[in-house]
């Protein structure tokens, strides 16, 4: 069984996701959630909810179905990773809530400070305006100094930035976000500097979807 990633644009960023997924004998089946192609509960062993350029506090019509499946994946236990907007969709999905965030455009390489081994504490690329609030009885884990980073409810582990992303990734991100950009005063040719100075390795990124892969259940 392969690993179901449900993408919000027409070609996904996944690079870091696919070769850690390979790396240890799993493969990627990627579904356009952004046309309304969903899988089925039990497909696929896990999940990964990618980010996005829709917004639930503006989208939320558009985005209700995709909000129902999630809620129907998590009554079923599936393990899942829920990344930026993906993240905040689980959030409504689950009981909580997703709004405009209070504290502008959180972008670049962000310093996320974690209370657990999951996610690790460490520079993750960033890009988002919303936030969210978990579902009750959901664990908080990380933040960074502006906004809630990470929380887990049930089988699904909640993400604000993208441990998916290299850095090829973040600069395609930031190629589709200029309107965007330019509307919170930020000095791009900056953020492209910043964020392709090379990391070191593993990342903190592929160290969390290293860990996140490892605690699936046994392939079938």
Request: aromatic residues 6%.
């Amino acid at each position: 069984m392969s690993i179901a990633v449900l993408s919000h644009v027409r070609e996904p960023s996944v690079t870091v996701l696919r070769d850690r997924a390979a790396a240890v004998g799993r493969e990627l089946t990627v579904y356009a959630a952004y046309r309304g192609d969903f899988p089925d509960p039990g497909e696929h062993e896990a999940w990964v909810v990618l980010g996005g350029p829709q917004s639930v506090d503006a989208d939320r019509a558009a985005l209700q179905p995709e909000i129902d499946v999630l809620t129907a994946a998590i009554e079923h236990d599936v393990p899942m990773l829920a990344i930026c907007l993906g993240a905040q969709l689980l959030a409504v999905a689950t009981g909580g809530r997703a709004f405009a965030g209070l504290h502008g455009l959180e972008s670049g390489l962000v310093e996320v400070c974690s209370t657990t081994a999951q996610p690790p504490s460490g520079r993750y690329y960033s890009f988002h305006s919303d936030s969210m609030e978990p579902p009750p009885g959901a664990e908080l884990l990380a933040k960074s100094d502006r906004y809630l980073q990470a929380w887990r409810h049930r089988t699904a582990l909640a993400v604000q930035f993208h441990p998916e992303l290299d850095a090829a990734g973040f600069a395609a991100l930031l190629d589709g976000e200029e309107e965007k950009l330019r509307r919170f005063g930020v000095d791009v040719p900056a953020l492209r500097e910043e964020a392709a100075i090379p990391q070191c390795l593993p990342t903190a990124g592929e160290r969390l979807i290293d860990t996140w892969l490892a605690g699936l259940p046994a392939r079938r």
